[in-house]
């Protein structure tokens, strides 16, 4: 498992373009049959992938941990993809369709990530934080979501945000996850931006054609910066950086948070027009 340390607020705005990407973007994710992992050290966040092709994939605990189990001492949300897939444990197995989730809760053993299919496999992006409470794995299918309309085609961000584990939904120690899909026609998310200064966050972009490409805006609302980013790449954005992008195509993306709030409506607004 790598460990990537983030710039900070002031260090960032002497990166060129190269030094940004190594620091902010996860383009190395996704490997035909095997489980990638990346901590990194804001809220000792790791996100990851597992592939599975012609077999199964477990989830293991990295040497880092120094634990037993992956989930000895953490929670993982799971969100797929690709197609079909199923998420198994010790205590229980989880189909999981395209943009399907599963929590894992803290104390979970034997995790193996497996595709329905290997024309069509899973495609499984991981996010774990620290969990000091236990609460029960489950799964829930795309329309099981507390989902939100947002946006306008005139403004060419109609949105849906599927709401998975909050406060309300699949509960938690302190992850909240999702996804938001754009309809045809709309590029832009998350605009007017906003910071969360409670929480560290992650984007990971899928459903993007492969000749299309999605410009993630980041840095402090005075200082922006940009990332151009791929289908099934992330990029992390630490508390004091705003977040929005625009893509070549419609797309999806998962969210997932870890901090100290776990309400989604925890933002704080950037007007357009103070944008630098």
Request: net charge negative; with cysteine.
């Amino acid at each position: 498992m790598k460990i990537q340390y983030l710039p900070d607020n002031v260090r960032y705005r002497s990166l060129s373009s190269e030094e940004l990407r190594q620091a902010f973007l996860m383009d190395d994710l996704f490997v035909p049959g095997k489980v990638t992992l990346k901590m990194v050290d804001v809220d000792r966040q790791v996100l990851g992938a597992a592939l599975p092709t012609t077999e199964p994939l477990p989830l293991l605990a990295p040497k880092e941990f120094r634990t037993t189990s992956f989930c000895a001492a953490r929670e993982v949300g799971v969100i797929n993809m690709g197609g079909a897939g199923q998420v198994r444990t010790a205590k229980e197995a989880f189909s999981v369709p395209h943009k399907g989730c599963v929590y894992l809760g803290r104390g979970t053993e034997d995790i193996v990530f497996e595709s329905a299919s290997t024309a069509d496999p899973a495609a499984f992006f991981l996010v774990s934080f620290a969990a000091h409470t236990t609460f029960p794995s489950r799964a829930a299918a795309p329309e099981e979501a507390r989902i939100l309309s947002l946006g306008s085609q005139a403004q060419a961000n109609k949105r849906r945000i599927h709401q998975f584990i909050h406060v309300d939904g699949i509960r938690s120690c302190q992850l909240v996850m999702g996804f938001t899909e754009l309809e045809p026609g709309n590029v832009w998310n998350t605009m007017p931006p906003h910071t969360h200064e409670r929480r560290c966050e992650t984007y990971a972009y899928f459903d993007l054609p492969e000749a299309h490409r999605l410009l993630h805006i980041m840095g402090t609302p005075q200082d922006t910066r940009h990332l151009w980013v791929a289908n099934r790449q992330a990029v992390v954005s630490p508390s004091w950086s705003m977040h929005s992008g625009v893509a070549t195509h419609a797309y999806s993306f998962v969210w997932a948070m870890g901090g100290e709030n776990q309400s989604f409506d925890d933002m704080d607004a950037v007007p357009i027009h103070n944008l630098r």
